[in-house]
């Protein structure tokens, strides 16, 4: 029998992970990751935080079944991360317009998005920026889902392409979906100004597209609340929307694979009917949710004095990184880099996109033993006081030709 997979070529290595994997394999004692996108401190380690530990070991103690989750998640945490996302006194959760399931993290928030969306308009395109985070397509394309690109960078001045945006999604279709990251872009660092923000919803009602909120940074850029500025935009007027959230980085509950996607409806009733066909959707996937992430910041959200403390380290994480982002911009303007410094310095969250050539990002890596991702999309965390210097130089280097 001829064996069936006989002339399978492998898959290309992810574009991430796949750069951490040949990090990891690059012998030079030297070298500087900055690709990754978790957030790491002083020591370059990525610690657990001190109110997780504290959540761990409450739960811990108090823990005495193992019992499946429900398909949604407890409704103490889907509650607490409602709360979180709109505020405690926002509209639609007065009127039980939104529910929320409990998901493995943002990327099980968005595939349960996509599959969603998929049961319910299969037709449907879904614009992504470009550029964006790479998975984006791929979780789509798994889906079934068509995917189509709207502009995103303004390359010339660094900024936000608006107008092109605009225009690309004014031949959106109506029922299609539209992925805006909420705060934090990944990779560009930045996002819609408050009016932009106004100028999309318009576009959204106008054209009758449901926006899909991919909102894995909150509290990186400017704070918890001061982040939500887009979808507080987009929450108002009854319209329809999805957010995909993550605790991966605010909570730094990377591998315990912990998000929601939360589903804003125009009444209760279609929450409730929305939220049961998102429930087929994870029966249909991963069954339930995993259990100990959520306790996790359920425990921390739900007690006053945990979640002031986390706030707390929030904003430490915070500060460290737009700290670094000034000195990463005044670095490569020391070492003589023909770079703008005001538009640097006004991208948001942890990524800096430089904008370099697929030329310029390999030779930083073979000559210098420094990696970025893409087009120069650097981890601004990742940068220390031992290594700010070398990276600046390596990258005035190579744009110096
Ligand atoms: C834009 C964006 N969305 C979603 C995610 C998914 O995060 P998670 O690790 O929680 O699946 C990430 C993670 O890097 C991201 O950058």
Same mark, same amino acid.
């Given at each position: 029998m001829r064996p069936t997979f006989a002339d399978l070529q492998p898959a290309p290595p992810d574009a991430i992970l796949g750069l951490a994997e040949a990090f990891r394999a690059d012998p030079r004692t030297d070298k500087i990751s900055l690709a990754s996108g978790v957030y790491v401190d002083e020591s370059g380690t990525t610690p657990v935080l001190q109110t997780v530990l504290e959540a761990e070991q409450r739960i811990l103690h108090g823990q005495t079944t193992k019992l499946y989750k429900p398909i949604a998640g407890d409704p103490a945490y889907t509650h607490a991360v409602r709360e979180l996302l709109f505020g405690a006194e926002h509209q639609a959760l007065a009127e039980g317009r939104v529910e929320t399931l409990h998901t493995p993290g943002g990327t099980g928030a968005l595939r349960v998005a996509a599959d969603l969306v998929r049961r319910l308009r299969p037709a449907s395109t879904v614009w992504l920026s470009s550029p964006t985070?790479?998975?984006?397509?791929?979780?789509?394309?798994?889906?079934?889902?068509?995917?189509?690109?709207?502009p995103y960078l303004d390359g010339a001045r660094g900024g936000l392409?608006?107008?092109?945006?605009?225009?690309?999604?004014?031949?959106?279709?109506?029922?299609?979906?539209?992925?805006?990251?909420?705060?934090?872009?990944?990779?560009?660092?930045?996002?819609?100004?408050?009016?932009?923000?106004?100028?999309?919803?318009?576009?959204?009602?106008?054209?009758?597209?449901?926006?899909?909120?991919?909102?894995?940074?909150?509290?990186?850029?400017?704070?918890?609340?001061?982040?939500?500025?887009?979808?507080?935009?987009?929450?108002?007027?009854?319209?329809? =929307? *999805?957010?995909?959230?993550?605790?991966?980085?605010?909570?730094? !509950?990377?591998? +315990?694979? /912990?998000?929601? #996607?939360?589903?804003?409806?125009?009444?209760?009733?279609?929450?409730?009917?929305?939220?049961?066909?998102?429930?087929?959707?994870?029966?249909?996937?991963?069954?339930?949710?995993?259990?100990?992430?959520?306790?996790?910041?359920?425990?921390?959200?739900?007690?006053?004095?945990?979640?002031?403390?986390?706030?707390?380290?929030?904003?430490?994480?915070?500060?460290?990184?737009?700290?670094?982002?000034?000195?990463?911009?005044?670095g490569l303007e020391g070492a003589g880099a023909?770079?703008?410094?005001?538009? =640097? *310095?006004?991208?948001?969250?942890?990524?800096?996109?430089?904008? !370099?050539?697929? +030329?310029? /990002?390999?030779? #930083?890596?073979?000559?210098?033993g420094v990696y970025v991702v893409g087009r120069g999309r650097v981890n601004v965390a990742g940068l220390t006081g031992r290594n700010i210097g070398p990276a600046c130089a390596a990258i005035a280097a190579v744009l110096a030709g």
């Open positions: 985070w790479p998975n984006h397509p791929q979780v789509f394309d798994a889906a079934g889902l068509d995917t189509r690109t709207y392409d608006f107008e092109g945006m605009l225009g690309a999604l004014a031949a959106a279709a109506p029922g299609d979906v539209v992925v805006l990251h909420a705060c934090c872009h990944n990779p560009t660092g930045i996002d819609p100004t408050p009016e932009q923000w106004e100028a999309i919803a318009a576009l959204v009602d106008v054209r009758g597209l449901l926006p899909l909120l991919d909102f894995a940074y909150q509290g990186f850029g400017d704070g918890l609340n001061e982040d939500a500025v887009g979808l507080m935009t987009m929450a108002r007027s009854g319209r329809e =929307l *999805l957010v995909a959230s993550s605790f991966s980085k605010n909570f730094a !509950l990377y591998a +315990e694979r /912990v998000g929601a #996607l939360s589903i804003v409806a125009s009444t209760r009733p279609e929450a409730h009917a929305l939220l049961s066909h998102a429930k087929v959707a994870v029966r249909a996937n991963y069954s339930n949710p995993p259990a100990h992430g959520g306790e996790i910041v359920a425990t921390i959200l739900l007690d006053p004095a945990l979640r002031a403390r986390w706030e707390d380290e929030v904003t430490a994480m915070r500060e460290r990184i737009n700290g670094n982002r000034a000195r990463f911009v005044e023909p770079i703008e410094p005001a538009p =640097l *310095l006004r991208q948001r969250g942890m990524f800096s996109l430089l904008g !370099l050539t697929t +030329e310029q /990002v390999a030779r #930083l890596r073979t000559e210098f």
